[in-house]
């Protein structure tokens, strides 16, 4: 079973940065994607950015050019840095691991960790 901690969350003032991390652990046999979600309070959760195996990644327009995912599939993580950070960013952060075994997929989920940016 894949298990996800995420760490690195905490409350900044507008403008501040943070960086988050998430660990994957146990057995991982498959090629796959790590990506952050976020929540904030009364809505959706919605995706902030991916990156795949080939070590493509993605974001969410609303974090271009301030948000950096990284990944290190030696040790299975994913980091997101957060930059110029705005109070619309405060939501629970989430990591998601995509599994794709070439039979099946699945997708595995981290518990959150909170995000708060104040003005």
């Known amino acids: 079973r894949v298990q996800l901690v995420e760490s690195g969350g905490g409350s900044v003032q507008a403008g501040g940065s943070l960086r988050l991390s998430c660990a994957a652990s146990?057995?991982?046999?498959?090629?796959?994607?790590m990506s952050w979600y976020r929540q904030a309070p009364g809505k959706e959760r919605e995706f902030v950015s991916g990156?795949?195996?080939?070590?493509?990644?993605s974001y969410a327009d609303s974090v271009k050019g301030r948000f950096t995912i990284s990944q290190d599939n030696a040790k299975n993580t994913v980091s997101l840095q957060m930059t110029s950070l705005k109070p619309e960013d405060t939501a629970i952060y989430y990591c998601?691991?995509?599994?794709?075994?070439?039979?099946?997929?699945?997708?595995?989920w981290g518990q959150g960790t909170q995000v708060t940016v104040s003005s």
């Open positions: 998601k691991l995509y599994c794709n075994t070439g039979s099946g997929w699945s997708n595995y």
């Open positions: 146990g057995h991982i046999y498959c090629s796959y994607d």
């Open positions: 990156t795949d195996s080939n070590g493509l990644s």
